[in-house]
């Protein structure tokens, strides 16, 4: 019987890992994948509430074996019941600023979708209660883990979200069959084909209660509002869901020149996740038939550089900057194009409509993203495009703000601009938002990549100027002449662009065809660049919105969030949309207490309420113990799983790896000290201490050797970092559970609750710290809460 609980408690364990990166997905293309936090804090939650559960009605089950199949067969079903629930709630994270019903949405979106967690957490916990040794008991549930962790990257581009959801409940029902005894084989027989008919019934007469709802305000369901609108391709990977759309809507020519008159050549629409819509635009004949390109604002960068030998693209999209590069005479175009599926479709399956533009022998692919490029490149550029590819996102939209996004960080730029030429240029180009924002962290982070000293140095390698939707910057390694200068404006006022800066610009020469009240972007561009690095300071920390460079530790580009706006987003919380900056943070903010609130109802109240002997002065040890743990584990886990996105270069490769080389790990460490009796726990935590303290440090230099390997390199090299942390990571909590069994047995389900609360609370608290203070600080506080629970160890 022990090896089939064993067995059936690794099914399980893989099903709910297979679940739960899976989540991110869901959310990627429902929302956006910043949610990660939210999928493991409803995990926890649903782990936390089982313990509470057991600590309930723990005496009141007789039967191991009925009990056990009983959480087996619920988990499943409850998988497909929360992912459907889930699709007909309609929580929109864009409107949390402006209705608060969303906020209760939210709520019901947590109860959900902590369901599958909640049974499988009771699963678990009951085997942990019933097993003697809880080490092997440990090991078996963390390989689960990590093999679903791991399996399911493989396993998402052949069935899709829906297979995945699908093949969890099928592992599921499979451990339910191997408990199965005679006594209750008619019942659960019967149970599962009720079960499999209501399923079967759903699949064919209303699949699309399996279809994933996508938020109303992604660009692919704006454009699909339009009636002769329709997806005519889609693809998908491991980390994404690409679709091409056709529709007479689709005209776009980002920042164009209102002096241009003519229709643009027809297009299709490429979105990725069913947002940042981007143009594929038609080439019947040949590029140089294209004059609607000399009217978009990529058109000042070759008045600098005419004909340039060496053109670096980053992130095209639909390929708009790689057919301008080629329009204007480009000799060698090199495109960066981190997602494999997006270049498929325009070198493959879109290439004749996109004129074969990829194919040229001119244009060079490179399925990476620009950080590994920029370690490997072996040549420099004299031209470098950061193309706007992504939609317009209001300063308040929704949970975009806790993007992390490693393109436009300080140590990004500082690559790139390494392997510029010595006279090359850098174009970044960003929305043109109001009150600035973008634009101003997009410039205070430059100027901290460039690496030059002094105000006039870094005044004289900077132009600027704006369209009525966009604004580009312009970074020349050494200066711009005064030619060069008088080139640009001369093709701005052809263009009716606007400047916004150069050296020695005046008020007079700015903000003349696409007005404002005053000159904003002129003055703050001007108070950025030329007031002193003193005075520079002073205006970020005085300036309403976050605009301070954005570095590798707190990659948080999007976030402008101010504590001072809280007043503000108070005042016109639930009467507008907010533009303070505030929108996104309130997700987090809301999921904090959600979670506090649901962790009190439903974990710690029950424990307080039921008459069983628990004294707090003796116990309270064992609470801080396993609460720092909880804590402690996810201030380690999260600012792992978003550093690595750095390295690994997609979310949830991220998530997958750094989950499946925890668990692995964990459950070798606890395999190994429930069988070696020598793994002192105070040796273990002052290893743990020391290894997460050299890991801070030399984290950076580490990630620049890692950086420019191969995918599967980096996937190895990640997973050989990790796993030393996660081995002693896994010893604690089986010490914790041997220790109270030996003194106090009949509280392990309210520890396992207390650790199952606090890392609820702790895995969104580890994102806000990371938000505010970087990774560094958040994975500091790990190691003393470590610490702390070797303190309280001792005197358990």
């Keep these: 019987m022990r090896n089939k609980i064993n067995i059936s408690l690794f099914l399980i364990s893989f099903s709910i890992f297979l679940y739960q990166v899976c989540l991110l997905r869901i959310l990627s293309i429902s929302d956006y994948y910043h949610f990660a936090f939210l999928i493991v804090s409803t995990a926890l939650l649903g782990f936390g509430i089982s313990g509470s559960f057991l600590y309930f009605f723990i005496n009141k089950f007789k039967d191991q074996n009925f009990i056990l199949l009983l959480f087996s067969f619920c988990f499943s079903v409850s998988v497909v019941v929360s992912f459907i629930s889930i699709n007909l709630i309609p929580f929109d994270s864009f409107k949390i600023a402006w209705e608060p019903r969303q906020i209760f949405?939210?709520?019901?979106?947590?109860?959900?979708?902590?369901?599958?967690?909640?049974?499988?957490?009771?699963f678990i916990c009951y085997i942990f209660f019933v097993q003697e040794k809880p080490g092997i008991t440990y090991f078996y549930n963390l390989m689960g883990s990590a093999s679903g962790a791991l399996l399911v990257i493989f396993i998402i581009p052949f069935i899709s979200e829906r297979g995945v959801i699908l093949a969890s409940t099928a592992v599921g029902l499979?451990?339910?069959?191997?408990?199965?005894?005679?006594?209750?084989?008619?019942?659960f027989l019967i149970s599962c084909v009720i079960f499999l008919i209501f399923l079967a019934t759903v699949l064919l007469c209303f699949p699309q209660t399996l279809d994933i709802r996508m938020s109303p305000y992604k660009s692919l369901s704006t454009v699909l509002r339009y009636p002769d609108s329709k997806v005519i391709h889609t693809s998908e990977n491991s980390y994404s869901v690409v679709n091409v759309i056709e529709s007479s809507s689709i005209k776009s020519a980002t920042g164009i020149s209102l002096k241009y008159k003519e229709v643009p050549p027809e297009q299709l629409g490429l979105t990725i996740?069913?947002?940042?819509?981007?143009?594929?635009?038609n080439v019947e004949d040949e590029v140089s038939k294209l004059k609607f390109i000399e009217?978009?604002?990529?058109s000042l960068l070759f008045t600098v550089k005419q004909y340039p030998e060496n053109v670096l693209v980053i992130e095209p999209g639909g390929g708009m900057d790689v057919l301008s590069s080629s329009y204007f005479g480009s000799q060698n175009i090199y495109v960066v194009e981190s997602n494999s599926l997006v270049a498929d479709v325009l070198e493959k399956d879109f290439a004749e409509f996109s004129g074969n533009i990829y194919n040229k022998d001119s244009v060079r692919v490179f399925e990476t993203s620009s950080r590994n490029f920029a370690k490997v490149a072996d040549e420099k550029f004299d031209l470098i495009i950061v193309s706007l590819s992504d939609s317009f996102h209001p300063i308040s939209s929704g949970a975009y703000s806790l993007n992390e996004n490693y393109l436009y960080t300080k140590e990004s730029f500082e690559g790139l601009i390494n392997i510029l030429k010595n006279d090359g240029v850098m174009a970044v180009t960003r929305w043109a938002q109001f009150p600035p924002s973008e634009n101003l962290k997009i410039l205070s982070t430059l100027i901290g990549g460039c690496g030059k000293s002094g105000t006039e140095e870094i005044s004289r390698s900077i132009f600027a100027f704006r369209s009525w939707s966009t604004l580009t910057t312009l970074f020349k390694k050494d200066e711009f002449s005064v030619q060069e200068i008088?080139?640009?404006?001369?093709?701005?006022?052809?263009?009716?662009?606007?400047?916004?800066?150069?050296s020695n610009a005046s008020e007079e020469e700015v903000n003349i065809y696409n007005r404002l009240e005053k000159p904003y972007f002129y003055n703050f561009y001007k108070e950025i660049l030329e007031g002193g690095d003193n005075t520079r300071e002073e205006f970020y920390e005085s300036y309403y919105f976050n605009i301070k460079p954005a570095v590798d530790d707190k990659p948080y580009f999007f976030n402008f969030f101010k504590f001072v706006q809280v007043p503000d987003i108070m005042k016109y919380f639930g009467k507008s949309t907010q533009p303070f900056g505030g929108g996104g943070y309130l997700i987090l903010i809301a999921a904090l207490i959600i979670s506090i609130v649901l962790s009190i109802l439903l974990i710690l109240f029950p424990l307080r309420i039921k008459k069983i002997n628990i004294n707090i002065k003796r116990d309270f040890k064992f609470l801080v113990y396993f609460f720092a743990l909880g804590t402690g584990y996810f201030f380690i886990e999260l600012p792992f799983i978003q550093k690595f996105i750095l390295i690994l270069g997609e979310p949830a490769y991220s998530l997958s790896v750094i989950f499946f080389s925890l668990m692995l790990s964990a459950g070798l460490g606890s395999y190994l000290s429930s069988r070696l009796k020598f793994f002192n726990l105070k040796l273990v935590i002052i290893v743990l201490v020391a290894y997460i303290a050299v890991f801070v440090v030399v984290f950076p230099f580490i990630s620049d050797?890692?950086?420019?390997?191969?995918?599967?390199?980096?996937?190895?090299?990640?997973?050989?970092?990790?796993?030393?942390?996660?081995?002693?990571?896994?010893i604690p909590f089986p010490t914790g559970i041997s220790r109270a069994k030996e003194k106090r047995r009949e509280i392990i389900p309210w520890l396992w609750a207390i650790n199952g609360c606090s890392s609820v609370v702790g895995s969104i608290a580890a994102v806000i710290i990371s938000i505010h203070f970087g990774f560094s600080i958040a994975i500091g506080i790990a190691a003393l809460l470590y610490i702390l629970a070797l303190i309280s160890y001792r005197y358990c």
């Design 174 to 187: 499979a451990a339910t069959f191997i408990l199965i005894n005679k006594k209750y084989f008619k019942v």
């Design 273 to 281: 996740d069913g947002d940042n819509l981007s143009a594929i635009t």
């Design 486 to 502: 008088d080139n640009l404006k001369a093709k701005a006022e052809e263009l009716n662009f606007d400047i916004v800066y150069y």
């Design 295 to 298: 009217y978009l604002p990529i």
């Design 705 to 730: 050797f890692i950086i420019s390997k191969t995918l599967w390199q980096r996937f190895f090299y990640t997973a050989l970092l990790i796993m030393p942390a996660g081995f002693f990571m896994g």
């Design 105 to 122: 949405y939210l709520a019901a979106y947590y109860l959900f979708l902590l369901l599958p967690f909640f049974f499988g957490g009771s």
